[in-house]
């Protein structure tokens, strides 16, 4: 089949589906085997075709081809192929890395989502402290002094330190309490 830039693309181009159709059934099949032969997972080759299709179709009237269209094609399937591979190689690379630490690259991501999501309550109810509250708290966990040495650099009692640090962890508490069901129950 002889597929000319100026026919084919064109009537493309100003929507006519059954031109596009045409080209689908014509192509589909051998573009698959194509990207097969790069990627060697039948799937993924249709996947490409598939995403290439939609695209060309999506894009159609925004698309200067300036080779012949069944060119273009094979060209973009190479194109996806070869970064769909390259994907995978840095894929494959970053989780033996991870797995050499005892991690796997889906359990290292969601946990790392996990890590964000807990570290944005922590900040959020930091910054909801009261500002002397406030001060207690970084002091005492951030920077690790006791409750004295916090009562001693701040100049007030034991008790004051005492009674700050309780209603800052009830309201870690309180804001973290939806966060470890929802956890608990992935």
């Not at 000319?4 to 009537?11: D, G, Q, Y």
Request: net charge positive; charged share 30%.
């Amino acid at each position: 089949m002889r597929l000319s830039i100026i026919s084919t693309h064109k009537r493309i181009q100003k929507g006519d589906i059954g031109e596009f159709e045409k080209l689908f059934r014509n192509l589909y099949s051998p573009l698959c085997h194509y990207a097969f032969r790069f990627i060697k997972d039948m799937d993924s080759a249709e996947d490409i075709v598939q995403d290439l299709f939609y695209n060309y179709w999506k894009n159609r009237e925004k698309l200067e081809i300036t080779t012949s269209l069944k060119s273009y094609l094979y060209q973009a399937v190479r194109n996806k192929c070869i970064k769909t591979i390259n994907h995978q190689q840095v894929k494959e690379k970053y989780n033996n890395v991870l797995r050499l630490q005892g991690q796997d690259y889906d359990d290292y991501s969601s946990s790392n989502i996990e890590t964000e999501e807990l570290n944005q309550i922590i900040e959020s109810t930091i910054d909801e402290l009261p500002d002397r509250c406030k001060e207690i708290f970084v002091l005492s966990r951030y920077e690790g002094m006791k409750y004295h040495e916090i009562a001693q650099r701040l100049s007030i009692s034991v008790k004051t330190v005492e009674a700050n640090m309780g209603k800052a962890l009830k309201m870690f508490r309180l804001n973290l309490k939806g966060y470890y069901q929802i956890s608990a129950n992935q």
